[in-house]
């Protein structure tokens, strides 16, 4: 039986790095095991405005893989030009000060003359490749994934045109999304991008979301999105980045973080735990992996143990990978926003897979604290629940570091790629 020919459409690909790439490429490695064969259309890294390049994830790619890389216009290359690229908000706003002036201006120009985002010049070449593609192999069935969620309007237009299936992947929220008010959108621009988000999900023929949470505010959208239409198909983890195990021991017990660190992170009261820590006597050190905002750098200087922070910045997903194996805890900072209870960010599986105690920071019976209950995997602790958190890295620090005994938790095979393609699949094959 030849397999189904799927078209998918994602802006995120190697070589860019961060988060968002993994989804959809660890997708298309293990879809083909199912009797799907993913085509995939994305931008040409030459022409993008990637945040991050990660080179290694190129080797992830299947052998037999096919895809499409076009042209884009992209408004974010031209701004960064005029502006420095440090004055070009990324990843959640991470990179900027925002109290500066002209960071100020750059948010408003990023929220209002750009809807829903600026990765939009991509779409007149997708689509332009699409309808070659449509025609020569005979495609019925599309997938869209956001963010940038202007990548559904790609869908929406092939829907309209070939009446395709069309399946609407949101890894985040569109217009819910934490930072959605750092982008100072005017009245009237948060109406037109609302409008858009809820025809996207009114038009698309299935939707697939990471969280409960999120499959709640999505259905919240429209009267004409049922519950049915929702699927959940959560981030994962890859065993086959997990194979190599970390055998020597730190000579400091050592809490690491590994991704995005912004301000709306929220990260002071567990900085006040690890100070009050540190002065218990137990030798620690904080490792920061990935991008983090200025005001937080700021913020640790002027701490007293800042010579136990060790600023590793972007490393590639392999090292990173490593960092998480090679911790004693692994720090995991929820958004403290109005829906924070849905939010199930991709790291969190690699850190579950990484099979290091969890320190989570966030909203309690939320989809995350729900997870570590049941995968026994570590604890949640609620906002400004500073005093809990010191308590938590001390038992951790004797009952296992100290005592040199070996962590483990339980029920995390379902969030392996291989067995949530297998669920997408399923969806596909409907």
């Given at each position: 039986?030849?397999?189904?020919?799927?078209?998918?459409?994602?802006?995120?690909?190697?070589?860019?790095?961060?988060?968002?790439?993994?989804?959809?490429?660890?997708?298309?490695?293990?879809?083909?095991?199912?009797?799907?064969?993913?085509?995939?259309?994305t931008?040409?890294e030459?022409?993008?405005?990637?945040?991050?390049?990660?080179?290694?994830?190129?080797?992830?790619?299947?052998?037999?893989?096919?895809v499409?890389?076009?042209?884009?216009?992209?408004?974010?290359?031209?701004?960064?030009?005029?502006?420095?690229?440090?004055?070009?908000?990324?990843?959640?706003?991470?990179?900027?000060?925002?109290?500066?002036?002209?960071?100020?201006?750059?948010?408003?120009?990023?929220?209002?003359?750009?809807?829903?985002?600026?990765?939009?010049?991509?779409?007149?070449?997708?689509?332009?490749?699409?309808?070659?593609?449509?025609q020569?192999?005979?495609?019925?069935?599309?997938?869209?994934?956001?963010?940038?969620?202007?990548?559904?309007?790609?869908?929406?237009?092939?829907?309209?045109?070939?009446?395709?299936?069309?399946?609407?992947?949101?890894?985040?929220?569109?217009?819910?999304?934490?930072?959605?008010k750092?982008?100072?959108?005017?009245?009237?621009?948060?109406?037109?991008?609302?409008?858009?988000?809820?025809?996207?999900?009114?038009?698309?023929?299935?939707?697939?979301?990471?969280s409960?949470?999120?499959?709640?505010?999505?259905?919240?959208?429209?009267?004409?999105?049922?519950?049915?239409?929702?699927?959940?198909?959560?981030?994962?983890?890859?065993?086959?980045?997990?194979?190599?195990?970390?055998?020597?021991?730190?000579?400091?017990?050592?809490?690491?973080?590994?991704?995005?660190?912004?301000?709306?992170?929220?990260?002071?009261?567990?900085?006040?735990?690890?100070?009050r820590?540190?002065?218990?006597?137990?030798?620690?050190?904080?490792?920061?992996?990935?991008?983090?905002?200025?005001?937080?750098?700021?913020?640790?200087?002027?701490?007293?143990?800042?010579?136990?922070?060790?600023?590793?910045?972007?490393?590639?997903?392999?090292?990173?990978?490593?960092?998480?194996?090679?911790?004693?805890?692994?720090?995991?900072?929820?958004?403290?926003?109005?829906?924070?209870?849905?939010?199930?960010?991709?790291?969190?599986?690699?850190?579950?897979?990484?099979?290091?105690?969890?320190?989570?920071?966030?909203?309690?019976?939320?989809?995350?604290?729900?997870?570590?209950?049941?995968?026994?995997?570590?604890?949640?602790?609620?906002?400004?629940?500073?005093?809990?958190?010191?308590?938590?890295?001390?038992?951790?620090?004797?009952?296992?570091?100290?005592?040199?005994?070996?962590f483990?938790?339980?029920?995390?095979?379902?969030?392996?790629?291989?067995?949530?393609?297998?669920?997408?699949?399923?969806?596909?094959?409907?």
């Open positions: 039986m030849p397999k189904k020919k799927v078209l998918i459409f994602t802006y995120y690909w190697p070589p860019a790095g961060g988060a968002g790439v993994q989804r959809w490429l660890k997708f298309t490695k293990y879809l083909h095991d199912f009797n799907i064969e993913p085509i995939v259309i931008v040409d030459n022409h993008s405005s990637y945040a991050q390049i990660d080179e290694s994830l190129n080797s992830e790619i299947k052998e037999s893989q096919r499409f890389k076009t042209n884009s216009f992209e408004p974010l290359n031209i701004f960064s030009f005029f502006a420095g690229k440090k004055n070009v908000p990324y990843a959640g706003f991470a990179n900027v000060n925002k109290k500066t002036t002209m960071q100020t201006i750059s948010r408003f120009i990023r929220g209002n003359f750009f809807i829903p985002d600026p990765r939009r010049g991509w779409n007149q070449y997708a689509i332009k490749k699409a309808e070659e593609l449509i020569n192999e005979k495609i019925d069935t599309i997938i869209t994934t956001g963010p940038p969620h202007s990548t559904h309007l790609i869908g929406q237009e092939l829907k309209k045109r070939h009446g395709l299936q069309w399946i609407c992947d949101m890894r985040d929220p569109w217009t819910d999304i934490y930072y959605y750092d982008l100072l959108h005017t009245s009237t621009v948060k109406r037109m991008d609302a409008k858009l988000e809820r025809n996207v999900l009114e038009d698309c023929d299935k939707i697939i979301t990471v409960s949470g999120l499959k709640r505010m999505f259905h919240s959208k429209s009267n004409h999105i049922s519950s049915e239409k929702i699927h959940i198909i959560p981030n994962g983890f890859d065993e086959s980045d997990f194979k190599s195990q970390v055998s020597e021991k730190n000579e400091r017990f050592t809490i690491a973080y590994v991704g995005t660190m912004a301000e709306i992170y929220e990260p002071i009261p567990f900085f006040d735990a690890f100070e820590s540190l002065q218990n006597g137990i030798p620690l050190e904080l490792k920061l992996v990935g991008k983090v905002s200025p005001p937080i750098l700021e913020e640790l200087k002027n701490r007293s143990w800042s010579d136990r922070v060790n600023i590793v910045g972007q490393v590639e997903h392999s090292e990173a990978v490593h960092h998480m194996q090679s911790a004693d805890i692994l720090l995991l900072l929820i958004p403290n926003t109005k829906d924070s209870k849905g939010i199930l960010t991709g790291k969190f599986f690699e850190y579950l897979a990484a099979k290091c105690p969890i320190l989570a920071h966030g909203p309690k019976s939320g989809d995350i604290d729900e997870i570590l209950n049941i995968t026994e995997a570590g604890s949640l602790f609620d906002f400004n629940n500073s005093i809990e958190m010191e308590k938590y890295i001390n038992t951790i620090y004797k009952e296992y570091f100290s005592a040199n005994r070996i483990s938790s339980n029920n995390i095979d379902k969030y392996s790629r291989q067995n949530l393609s297998l669920q997408l699949s399923n969806i596909i094959h409907e």
